[in-house]
């Protein structure tokens, strides 16, 4: 079913006329990921960063994000999907209405004889122009709207998308996201803070890193880093976090530099509270109330 998913994931991208080159510059993911998607190879990391190069794969080839998502989880839990594609958000947007069929009145042909029929010509014709006028008119509006969206549609199909070096991509990212067994030093690092506002800064100027974080154990979310791009988020008392990628990353916490041990191409998990930063042995939990 993973073969099928990735096959309407296919459909929907040669359908754009996107090439898996032009993919990977517009969403900076590695071109080996991105054909390893094509095949229907969706073991190629955790499951986490593999729905987060999903949903970048379905926004640049304008498909809706969340239904591709529910689709994928639908085949990781067994379930059958359709052989469908999913929608684009311009098929989403197009409803399609249908006309209900006339009732038996107004199927019914009034007969006139001669003398009504030529009493009521004037008005009959009168009104046959007006009716003619009214059509003339939405049929121009239609006409209108037709050449608008043609005329959108060649100008992007005219963009050329400049694509990046990759070998210098590859050549630096070949044995990347490989999580490592280490052990772990617990020592938290003890720093002074009135509050808890910590900034997630990405240094690197080609790969992208991958954020998991969970606020004072209630509230989670999960992210992409661009390069030299920037995210801040607040707690009131405690961040767990897990960083893919985390040799690329810089935390900052209330404005200030914190020392930790991220590593180029490495998964790791960390905890920032009041009293310090101190790296985990697994995966921060959500709590449940």
């Known amino acids: 079913m993973l073969d099928r998913f990735a096959e309407q994931l296919r459909k929907a991208r040669l359908k754009k006329g996107v090439s898996l080159q032009q993919l990977a510059a517009r969403t900076r993911i590695d071109l080996k990921f991105l054909e390893a998607i094509d095949n229907g190879n969706f073991s190629f990391l955790p499951d986490l960063y593999v729905k987060a190069f999903i949903k970048q794969y379905a926004k640049a080839v304008d498909l809706d994000e969340q239904e591709t998502i529910k689709k994928y989880e639908d085949v990781i839990a067994g379930k059958v999907i359709d052989d469908d594609e999913p929608k684009s958000l311009l098929e989403q947007k197009v409803e399609i209405t249908k006309t209900e069929p006339e009732s038996e009145n107004e199927k019914q042909t009034p007969i006139f004889d001669g003398s009504a029929l030529a009493s009521n010509t004037p008005a009959k014709t009168d009104e046959k122009k007006k009716k003619l006028r009214v059509l003339i008119y939405a049929a121009g509006v239609v006409l209108a709207g037709v050449i608008i969206f043609f005329a959108l549609m060649n100008r992007s199909s005219t963009i050329v998308v400049e694509e990046l070096p990759y070998e210098k991509?590859?050549?630096?990212?070949?044995?990347?996201y490989q999580v490592e067994e280490e052990k772990v030093d617990s020592t938290p690092?003890?720093?002074?803070?009135d509050s808890l506002t910590l900034q997630f800064v990405n240094a690197d100027s080609i790969d992208s890193a991958w954020v998991m974080v969970i606020y004072d154990d209630l509230k989670k979310?999960?992210?992409?880093?661009?390069?030299?791009?920037?995210?801040?988020?607040?707690?009131?008392?405690?961040?767990?976090?897990?960083l893919g990628n985390s040799g690329v990353i810089i935390l900052r916490l209330d404005d200030q530099l914190l020392n930790f041990d991220g590593k180029r191409g490495s998964v790791r998990h960390y905890e920032i509270n009041r009293k310090g930063i101190q790296r985990?042995?697994?995966?921060?939990?959500?709590?449940?109330k």
């Open 169 to 176: 991509v590859l050549e630096e990212t070949r044995d990347r």
């Open 189 to 193: 690092v003890a720093f002074n803070s």
């Open 280 to 288: 985990l042995n697994s995966p921060p939990i959500l709590k449940i």
């Open 221 to 242: 979310e999960d992210f992409l880093l661009y390069p030299k791009n920037t995210k801040t988020i607040h707690a009131t008392d405690n961040f767990k976090f897990t």
